[in-house]
T-cell receptor, first 117, second 115 residues
Framework: GAVVSQHPSRVICKSGTSVKIECRSL??????MFWYRQFPKQSLMLMATSNEGSKATYEQGVEKDKFLINHASLTLSTLTVTSAHPEDSSFYICSASQTGRVSYGYTFGSGTRLTVV | GNSVTQMEGPVTLSEEAFLTINCTYTATGYPSLFWYVQYPGEGLQLLLK?????DKGSNKGFEATYRKETTSFHLEKGSVQVSDSAVYFC??????????????FGTGTQLKVEL
């Protein structure tokens, strides 16, 4: 079945530094990638949608200069949290889908726990 | 816009009890409906889905039927196990499964199953 690999699973960084999270589709071409943020005991908040080769579409209230999304190939999307601060600490999850392939649906990565100290 | 409402948790059950987690939705058009499960510290796994009215999704003993007349997609299982303890999310998307349309999630319902 479809697999999405997300790395790292956990990262701790100092305030003011940048962190990159990778999301790879291992056995299918992900034409669309979604990035979510999840606060403790809460639902997933969609941050942005990216289509391969084009700029990401950000949801209202999400700072595109702070959360940089790159979807340069059909198997890789990255989320970079720039100048991270403690309030950026959260669980980030990616999801990939392939347009036209009904059987794949939406496949989620295993998530990245970001802690900014 | 689209929205999903699911019952608040946590839901605590004894092993082998019957489970129902309610989910209702609001959407334009004809959405696809999903149940996802999240175990602690992990991402989401698709549990089951239904793409049109009266479809029944099923997997691992869980079932949900797409009810257009009541705009509902309630999750049920006849006999829960301790290993079913997790957070369950109801979600919808416009258009075909696997398309580029975003998912709209409910708030999640935590299930705790005790011996």
């Amino acid at each position: 079945g479809a697999v999405v690999s997300q790395h790292p699973s956990r990262v701790i960084c100092k305030s003011g530094t940048s962190v990159k999270i990778e999301c790879r589709s291992l056995d299918f071409q992900a034409t669309t990638m979604f990035w979510y943020r999840q606060f403790p005991k809460q639902s997933l908040m969609l941050m942005a949608t990216s289509n391969e080769g084009s700029k990401a579409t950000y949801e209202q209230g999400v700072e595109k200069d702070k959360f940089l999304i790159n979807h340069a190939s059909l198997t890789l999307s990255t989320l970079t949290v720039t100048s991270a601060h403690p309030e950026d600490s959260s669980f980030y999850i990616c999801s990939a889908s392939q347009t036209g392939r009904v059987s794949y649906g939406y496949t989620f990565g295993s998530g990245t726990r970001l802690t900014v100290v | 816009g689209n929205s999903v409402t699911q019952m608040e948790g946590p839901v605590t059950l004894s092993e082998e009890a019957f489970l129902t987690i309610n989910c209702t939705y609001t959407a334009t058009g004809y959405p696809s409906l999903f149940w996802y499960v999240q175990y602690p510290g992990e991402g989401l796994q698709l549990l089951l889905k239904a793409t049109k009215a009266d479809d029944k999704g099923s997997n691992k003993g869980f079932e949900a039927t797409y009810r257009k007349e009541t705009t509902s997609f309630h999750l049920e299982k006849g006999s829960v196990q301790v290993s079913d303890s997790a957070v369950y999310f109801c979600a919808l998307s416009e258009g075909i499964t696997g398309g580029g349309n975003k998912l709209t999630f409910g708030t999640g319902t935590q299930l705790k199953v005790e011996l």
